[in-house]
């Protein structure tokens, strides 16, 4: 089966977009996976839950994804050493079966997989036809992880689903990038008062709330009073200033 070739030390992030990254090479291939028609039902197969035929371990493997079950020949995953189905192959005992899977059924060899089902028929698709596509309908890192725990690499996604995942990967890192920036400052300010124990930290913590409450205590009232007083004053003598007899004394005494 053809598959998309892999530069020598690719490491599928998407962090770099520049042009000497080795995504901008593998983007502007023009090179497409061509399916393989007609052998998707020999390379895998949907078996229903009342389906109870044994399987035989040495040529094909029963799996459940989310309670959907998979009778996969091991050929089809012969080019996939790396990936988790294929581990599988090389377990000699339960312990080492329960640290791929969930759960493991001796009686009818039925491995299972507490995970997303969706993700999981668009992957075992890609392991049968060639086709790896980008789940509309599922968050970008959520697809992403399904990816990684299953042993696919992002390099194998078509051109056009490769540069949607990455855009929104991108867009991802941004806005976590943002939240990030925010918390940050949140934090400086809440640890802004680094005196908060010493006498100087509280008296100034003192001052602050009775200046900006005046329900904060006796203190407070009497700031607020005080500075009512003030105004008050000073705008009865702004009005007394401007009357006319006022005006008249300060001119004689002026002019003499």
């Known amino acids: 089966m ?4 892999r530069e020598p030390g690719l490491h599928p992030r998407y962090h770099h977009y520049a042009s000497h990254s080795p995504w901008s090479q593998l983007l502007s291939s023009p090179m497409e996976t061509p399916s393989i028609k007609g052998l998707y039902y020999r390379r ?3 078996v229903g839950a009342l389906d109870a035929s044994p399987v035989d371990l040495k040529k094909e493997i029963l799996i459940n994804v989310g309670g ?6 091991w050929s089809t995953l012969d ?8 581990k599988l192959r090389l377990c000699r005992s339960y312990e080492e079966i ?3 899977c969930d759960d493991y059924d001796e009686d009818s060899q039925e491995f299972f997989f507490d995970r997303s089902p969706s993700a999981f028929g668009v992957i075992v698709s890609f392991l049968a036809a060639g ?11 959520s697809f992403q992880e399904e990816l990684a725990y299953w042993g696919i690499e992002e390099a194998h996604l078509e051109r056009c689903c490769l540069r949607k995942l990455l855009r929104k990967l991108e867009e991802l890192e941004e806005l976590a990038k943002l939240h990030r ?37 006796l203190p407070g009232k009497v ?5 009512i007083l003030f105004v008050a004053t000073t705008a009865v003598s702004l009005c007394v200033s401007t009357m006319p007899d006022l005006r008249a004394e300060e001119d004689k005494v002026s002019v003499l």
């Open 223 to 227: 700031f607020a009073c005080l500075s």
């Open 68 to 73: 959907r079950r998979y009778l996969l020949p």
């Open 131 to 141: 086709k790896l596509v980008l789940l509309q309908e599922m968050c970008a890192l």
């Open 44 to 46: 895998v197969r949907k």
């Open 98 to 100: 329960a640290q791929l």
């Open 2 to 5: 053809p598959m998309p070739s």
């Open 79 to 86: 080019q996939f050493p790396l990936s988790r189905l294929s």
């Open 181 to 217: 920036e925010e918390a940050l400052q949140q934090q400086r300010g809440a640890h802004r008062p680094t005196s908060q124990s010493s006498r100087w930290g509280l008296c100034m913590n003192r001052l602050r709330e009775m200046v900006e409450n005046p329900q904060s205590g």
